[in-house]
């Protein structure tokens, strides 16, 4: 994708509540690839999901699920019954327009509070 | 496995001065690459590699140089340290190409005084 966009910027919930990144991005075209990233205050950046554009089926996994869908050209995030734990930033990213780079959105710092 | 490793972890310079940080890959990836994160600015490529022997610019290159004598290992290299390259460093490897996933190192913090 040419642009990965994540408007949210800071998101606070608390403990138990359900939370919905939301990641939209912008290619021209038919094939591309996206990926959702942690980065928990130790500062790691830790590999959550990859997803290409002829798999529109959701994916769930524990707590966490994404949902694909090509008609908003958008890759949200939601993590369920949140925990402290899950306190960090979290990037989407796609392949750029360069061939050569990984384009970063920039990033929705999530903090949960118990 | 270990994964992605770099090191220092931290690491203060003064102007002028020179390093080098290590990326080293325990997962036999052709693809390596360097990447800078700044406040406000998100990740960027500075310098990556397609394979042992080869390196290329990403979008920040300037005052960095690389080389990747081993498939294992990739150095980033600052010649004349400035304030500006004061940033965390993520090393990061895949397979094959961006439409693989990267797999990223713990970081390296650096400040340049």
């Known amino acids: 994708a040419q642009k990965v966009t994540q408007a949210q910027t800071e998101i606070s919930v608390v403990e138990k509540e359900d939370v919905t990144l939301d990641c939209v991005y912008e290619t021209r075209d038919t094939t591309y690839y996206l990926f959702w990233y942690k980065q928990p205050p130790s500062g790691e950046l830790v590999f959550l999901i990859r997803?290409?554009?002829?798999?529109?089926q959701n994916e769930i996994s524990g707590r966490y699920s994404w949902n694909f869908q090509k008609s908003t050209s958008s890759f949200n995030f939601t993590i369920t019954a949140s925990q402290v734990v899950d306190s960090a930033v979290y990037f989407c990213?796609?392949?750029?327009?360069?061939?050569?780079?990984?384009?970063f959105g920039g990033g929705t710092r999530l903090m949960v509070k118990p | 496995n270990a994964g992605v490793t770099q090191t220092p972890k931290f690491r203060v310079l003064k102007t002028g001065q020179s390093m080098t940080l290590l990326c080293a890959q325990d997962m036999n990836h052709e693809y390596m690459y360097w990447y800078r994160q700044d406040p406000g600015m998100g990740l960027r490529l500075i310098h990556y590699s397609v394979g042992e022997g080869t390196t290329a610019k990403g979008e920040v290159p300037d005052g960095y140089n690389v080389s990747r004598l081993k498939k294992q290992n990739f150095l980033l290299g600052l010649e004349s340290a400035a304030p500006s390259q004061t940033s965390v460093y993520f090393c990061?490897?895949?397979?094959?190409?961006?439409?693989?996933?990267?797999?990223f190192g713990p970081g390296t913090r650096l400040t340049v005084l």
């Open positions: 990213a796609s392949p750029g327009d360069a061939g050569n780079m990984l384009t």
């Open positions: 997803r290409n554009s002829f798999d529109e």
């Open positions: 990061a490897s895949s397979y094959s190409d961006l439409t693989d996933t990267q797999y």
